[in-house]
């Protein structure tokens, strides 16, 4: 009994020591996944809104090319502006739509929104459909890979 007792007061420290470190790692993960979340990602058709704007430049009646061109120019300055400040308002990396397949939010529709608040509207047509807007999109339930299935 006694040299269990004996034991038990020689291994202490070592337990205190080893659950000490388990702790503050925990804290130092939990405080690192906090400070620097996951990235979310965002995807946008600016292929789509460019075409889109083509289309509605072209039918308008033939001015000599200095509105077309004055339209274009603040088309691509509001485009440039809306789309970082949808990334700085989601805190999300932009990505433009062919180069992703699956598994990021479209928001090309509330970009589309924002263009035609912007410019009031001839610019871009605002008859599609408007997209549900998830603050900060679920990707953690997203399997990265897919073990079967469909390729």
């Known amino acids: 009994m006694q040299r269990l007792a004996k034991f038990s007061e020689s291994i202490r420290p ?10 503050g790692a925990l804290v130092a993960l939990l405080l690192v996944r906090i400070w620097f979340p996951p990235p979310v990602f965002i995807r946008l058709d600016l292929a789509a809104l460019v075409a889109e704007q083509v289309q509605v430049l072209a039918s308008r009646q033939d001015d000599g090319g200095a509105t077309r061109t004055q339209l274009a120019a603040a088309f691509a300055q509001q485009l440039d502006v809306q789309s970082r400040a949808m990334a700085e308002e989601y805190h999300a990396v932009v990505l433009v739509a062919p180069a992703v397949v699956a598994g990021v939010p479209d928001l090309t529709g509330e970009l589309r929104q924002r263009m035609v608040a912007a410019m009031g509207s001839p610019g871009v047509q605002s008859d599609a459909p408007a997209v549900a807007l998830p603050v900060q999109p679920p990707l953690a339930q997203q399997p990265v890979f897919s073990t079967g299935g469909q390729p």
């Open 14 to 23: 070592w337990v205190t020591l080893i659950g000490a470190g388990f702790t």
